[in-house]
Structures are given as structure tokens and as C-alpha cells.
């Protein structure tokens, strides 16, 4: 959702507002709909695709940001030094174009593909695809050569069968007040965790996460200038503070909490998730320098002032869930893979 009212109705579905309740008669007629949609992809009534390569779906059960696309990213570059020969396919939310599937690279217009895959592609290195219709996008990548498949956001594209499903949850936020839409932020109610292989959630969580959950955070690694993609080290800081600091996801302030962390003094400005930029929103008139999240850089070439820094953060998974995740995918070296 984006522009005021979705962001209010955002932060009440999280805080819990009592008024939402006015709103459960609705949730109801969502909650018989998703019930009814899940049932005809399980009986056979509509069909289940079947890559033949294992397919990894990394999505969340609820509405605004979670730092799912973070993992995406480590998780690409996991299953490569592993020996797989990794593809992401994504909806690409966003995005509109002519024709599909639709390939991505760093130069696709994010009005075609969306900020998200053309970040994940940026990042990875690794073949990624856009499709609304994801088993037509995952049979793309199979036909390049990608041995196993990951879904981004694709919890709910049931179209596509799946060996694994990662819900990724916010540790501030967790799953809101636990109720579906339009009363809460969920997407499918709570009981779909027990349906799904793992969670994990992003930070210290502040909500008693379901049993055998893991945690991962996001560690910033490196500055990249937009302008031409120079990099720095996180300190010394390349900019003088304070800084104008800018911020379309879906928690705002998760951003500015870790530019305080960094030693970074900023004017924070929120904005939308996916919010669509323009010249007048970095056109600040105080000489300060402008920093941004990675996603927001994508839609940000050619609009934002020379002196804009890109924070880039990468997902740092607990132990304990490498380990598992190793177990049910064996290394392809180790076992005889060409790749």
C-alpha cells in the first residue's frame, strides 16, 4: 500500500487500533477466500507446476517490510558457492512490461521490472526473472540452465510448486495484531506457519516468535556512491553530517535507527514502500548530502544530487540455520554436480 491512509492503516494493523475491529466481517469474506484458493490448488482443481529443480520460496505472511529481499540476495549467493546454479524469480511488484518473462540486469528501467529484482539482480549476480505468471518465469530460467529455482515474495503464488518455504518476519513488528486483512496485516492467517519449513526473523525479536524460529540480521557493509558506484568503507563516513536521509520501504525507521548506530546525524524523510520517485524529492535546498537505502537507489539514477550515498546491508543468517539449510540441500560439488 502507499500514500498516507495506507501507511496509517499500516501502522494501526501493526499497533493493533481497536477500531480495526469495525473491520472483521470483511477479514472473514478475505479469510473464506484465501481458505477457498489454497483448497483448489491442493485438491487439483487448479494446477501445481513442478520445476523438476528444487525451488526455494522465501516470502512473509504479512503487508510492509521485512528485510525478506536481504535474504534473498544471501541466499542466491549461498546456494552458488555451494555449486548450484542459482535463478530468482520474482513477480515484480511495480513494474509493468510489454512482454514476458522479462529478464533483468543492473540497466533494466524499474518501470518494467520493479526496485526489488533489479537490486536483487545488482547484488547476485545470478539470473533473474520477472513474470506474473511465476511458472512460466521459473520454466525461463530452468531452460538457461539454473539447477534450482528461488521465489521471491512467493509465498502466495501457489501455481509454483515448492520444496521449502522461508517466511521471514520483522522482529519489531512481528505479525501485527494477528489478524488478516482488512482488520490486520496478514496476507494468510497465523495458522499457515505451520504449514511453512522455517521462519526467520529479522533482528531481536520484540514478539514471542513461533518455536524453532531462527534470527538474522542486517549488517551494513560498505557505502556506494549512486553517481558512479564508488564504494567506501563504512567509517570514516564519506559525507559530512548531518545528512538528509530518505526512505521508501515498508519500516522507515528500521533505516534511520542504523544510520544513528553508523554515527550517522540525519533529517529523516519516510516514505512509501516502492515509493515512486522524483527530481523534486532529493531536490533539498541545504547542500547537505543524501543518503538512501539500496532498493530506493534503483529508482533514484539521474534524479539524486552527486553527493548521494547508498547504504548497502547483506542478510547474516544465525548458525544454526545455515547448518539446517546445508542438510536439506547438499553441496552440488560434493555431489558430482557439472556445475
Same mark, same amino acid.
Given at each position: 500500500?502507499?500514500?498516507?491512509?495506507?501507511?496509517?492503516?499500516?501502522?494501526?494493523?501493526?499497533?493493533?487500533?481497536?477500531w480495526?475491529?469495525?473491520?472483521?466481517?470483511?477479514?472473514?469474506?478475505?479469510?473464506?477466500?484465501?481458505?477457498?484458493?489454497?483448497?483448489?490448488?491442493?485438491?487439483?482443481?487448479?494446477?501445481?507446476w513442478q520445476?523438476?529443480?528444487?525451488?526455494?520460496?522465501?516470502?512473509?505472511?504479512?503487508l510492509?517490510?521485512?528485510?525478506?529481499?536481504?535474504?534473498?540476495?544471501?541466499?542466491?549467493?549461498?546456494?552458488?558457492?555451494?555449486?548450484?546454479?542459482?535463478?530468482?524469480v520474482?513477480?515484480?511488484?511495480? =513494474?509493468?512490461?510489454?512482454?514476458?518473462?522479462?529478464?533483468?540486469?543492473?540497466?533494466?528501467?524499474?518501470?518494467?521490472?520493479?526496485d526489488?529484482?533489479?537490486?536483487?539482480?545488482?547484488?547476485?549476480?545470478?539470473?533473474?526473472v520477472?513474470d506474473?505468471?511465476r511458472?512460466?518465469?521459473?520454466?525461463a530460467l530452468?531452460?538457461? =540452465?539454473?539447477?534450482?529455482?528461488?521465489?521471491?515474495d512467493?509465498?502466495?503464488?501457489?501455481?509454483?510448486?515448492?520444496?521449502?518455504e522461508?517466511?521471514?518476519?520483522?522482529g519489531?513488528?512481528?505479525?501485527?495484531?494477528?489478524?488478516?486483512l482488512?482488520?490486520?496485516?496478514?496476507?494468510?492467517?497465523?495458522?499457515?506457519?505451520?504449514?511453512?519449513?522455517?521462519?526467520?526473523?529479522?533482528?531481536?525479536?520484540?514478539f514471542?516468535?513461533?518455536?524453532?524460529?531462527?534470527?538474522f540480521?542486517?549488517?551494513?557493509v560498505?557505502?556506494?556512491r549512486?553517481?558512479? =558506484?564508488?564504494?567506501?568503507?563504512?567509517?570514516?563516513l564519506?559525507?559530512?553530517?548531518?545528512?538528509?536521509?530518505?526512505?521508501?520501504?515498508?519500516?522507515?525507521?528500521?533505516?534511520?535507527?542504523?544510520?544513528k548506530?553508523?554515527?550517522v546525524?540525519?533529517?529523516?524523510?519516510?516514505?512509501?514502500?516502492?515509493?515512486?520517485?522524483?527530481?523534486?524529492?532529493?531536490?533539498?535546498?541545504d547542500?547537505?548530502?543524501?543518503?538512501?537505502?539500496?532498493?530506493?537507489?534503483e529508482?533514484?539514477?539521474?534524479?539524486?544530487?552527486?553527493?548521494t550515498?547508498?547504504?548497502?546491508?547483506?542478510?547474516?543468517?544465525?548458525?544454526?540455520?545455515?547448518?539446517?539449510l546445508?542438510?536439506?540441500?547438499?553441496?552440488?560439488?560434493?555431489?558430482?554436480?557439472? =556445475?
Amino acid at each position: 500500500m502507499s500514500g498516507s491512509l495506507g501507511e496509517r492503516w499500516l501502522e494501526a494493523a501493526y499497533r493493533g487500533a481497536p477500531w480495526l475491529g469495525l473491520l472483521r466481517p470483511l477479514e472473514a469474506l478475505y479469510r473464506w477466500t484465501v481458505a477457498r484458493r489454497a483448497a483448489a490448488f491442493r485438491t487439483g482443481r487448479r494446477a501445481v507446476w513442478q520445476a523438476g529443480v528444487p525451488v526455494i520460496v522465501v516470502g512473509n505472511l504479512t503487508l510492509g517490510g521485512s528485510g525478506k529481499s536481504p535474504l534473498t540476495a544471501w541466499l542466491a549467493r549461498h546456494l552458488a558457492a555451494r555449486g548450484w546454479r542459482p535463478g530468482i524469480v520474482s513477480r515484480g511488484y511495480g =513494474g509493468r512490461a510489454l512482454h514476458y518473462p522479462l529478464w533483468v540486469t543492473r540497466e533494466t528501467p524499474v518501470a518494467e521490472c520493479g526496485d526489488e529484482p533489479r537490486m536483487l539482480a545488482r547484488q547476485t549476480g545470478v539470473p533473474v526473472v520477472v513474470d506474473p505468471d511465476r511458472p512460466r518465469g521459473a520454466r525461463a530460467l530452468i531452460e538457461a =540452465g539454473c539447477d534450482i529455482l528461488i521465489s521471491d515474495d512467493g509465498l502466495q503464488h501457489l501455481a509454483l510448486g515448492r520444496d521449502l518455504e522461508l517466511v521471514v518476519a520483522d522482529g519489531r513488528w512481528g505479525f501485527g495484531n494477528g489478524r488478516c486483512l482488512p482488520a490486520g496485516p496478514l496476507r494468510e492467517p497465523l495458522s499457515r506457519l505451520d504449514t511453512v519449513d522455517a521462519v526467520l526473523v529479522n533482528g531481536e525479536p520484540a514478539f514471542s516468535p513461533p518455536p524453532g524460529a531462527w534470527t538474522f540480521r542486517l549488517q551494513p557493509v560498505r557505502w556506494r556512491r549512486l553517481a558512479d =558506484g564508488e564504494a567506501r568503507e563504512l567509517a570514516p563516513l564519506p559525507f559530512v553530517c548531518p545528512v538528509n536521509a530518505v526512505a521508501g520501504i515498508g519500516h522507515p525507521q528500521r533505516f534511520f535507527a542504523t544510520l544513528k548506530a553508523l554515527g550517522v546525524t540525519s533529517v529523516p524523510h519516510a516514505l512509501g514502500d516502492h515509493h515512486r520517485y522524483t527530481a523534486s524529492d532529493l531536490a533539498f535546498d541545504d547542500g547537505r548530502a543524501v543518503v538512501m537505502t539500496a532498493k530506493d537507489a534503483e529508482k533514484c539514477d539521474g534524479l539524486a544530487p552527486a553527493d548521494t550515498w547508498v547504504l548497502e546491508v547483506e542478510a547474516e543468517p544465525d548458525a544454526g540455520f545455515v547448518a539446517w539449510l546445508d542438510q536439506r540441500l547438499p553441496d552440488r560439488h560434493r555431489i558430482g554436480s557439472d =556445475g
